[in-house]
């Protein structure tokens, strides 16, 4: 079991570029997360799959933002002509059913993330 | 909705005294609560949680939580800090039928000599 792992750890690029993160899971894990952290604050939720199928987006997935996950094992996250704002730590996180109890008890294992500096 | 608010954003302590992170939860069904430490340019690694049964959760590197349904809180406690525990702490809270985890802002521990 080697964690989570993301790929690259920095970006560093010009607005009104493109950039793709990746995220491995912990194998065999059928749930992936994407969440973004900004400075000072706490994760925000962005999308989850559950094997190949995304199940749910927020609101802060604007339609610049687009993830996959084509085979039910890595997943990408693509931002289309980056703002500003977009610069965040990017971070991806992987479970699988664990508990009797339902999916929310589910632990979420984060990996090392992805720094976005969008200058 | 949910919400978690960490009533301290920076909490300075002396190494070996205990210490308290607070956190307090809103939400109308019931809650599966976390706890997450976040060391510098690292992702989160989960210290405890809290399912069910037991309202004291005790977790890794000596940390414990207690749930407290009618005060809506889950605070975090360690008798005696260590230089290694200095990092940032999150509050997390996730209900049932729901799939995301919702942070609190964060409270950022520093353990000095």
């Known amino acids: 079991d080697t964690g989570v792992s993301q790929d690259p750890r920095h970006k560093i690029t010009k607005r009104g570029q493109n950039v793709t993160f990746r995220c491995d899971p912990i194998?065999?894990?059928?749930?992936l997360y994407w969440y973004r952290q900004t400075l000072g604050q706490g994760p925000e939720f962005l999308t989850y799959f559950q094997n190949e199928a995304q199940l749910e987006k927020s609101r802060l997935l604007s339609d610049r933002f687009s993830a996959e996950r084509p085979k039910g094992s890595f997943s990408t996250l693509e931002i289309q002509r980056t703002e500003q704002g977009d610069s965040a730590m990017y971070l991806c996180?992987?479970?699988?059913?664990?508990?009797?109890?339902?999916?929310?008890?589910?632990?979420?294992?984060f990996g090392p993330g992805t720094r976005l500096t969008v200058l | 909705a949910q919400s978690v608010t960490q009533l301290d954003s920076q909490v300075p302590v002396f190494e070996e005294a205990p210490v308290e992170l607070r956190c307090n939860y809103s939400?109308?069904?019931?809650?599966?609560l976390f706890w997450y430490v976040q060391y510098p340019n690292q992702g989160l690694q989960l210290l405890l949680k809290?399912?069910?049964?037991?309202?004291l959760v005790k977790g890794i590197n000596g940390f414990e939580a207690e749930f407290n349904k009618s005060q809506t809180s889950f605070h975090l406690r360690k008798p005696s800090v260590h230089i290694s525990d200095t990092a940032e702490y999150f509050c997390a809270v996730r209900s049932g039928g729901y799939n995301k985890l919702i942070f609190g802002a964060g409270t950022r521990l520093a353990v000095h000599p």
């Open positions: 194998s065999e894990h059928n749930r």
């Open positions: 809290y399912l069910s049964g037991s309202t």
């Open positions: 996180a992987s479970s699988s059913r664990s508990s009797e109890i339902s999916w929310s008890a589910d632990t979420q294992y």
């Open positions: 939400s109308s069904v019931s809650v599966y």
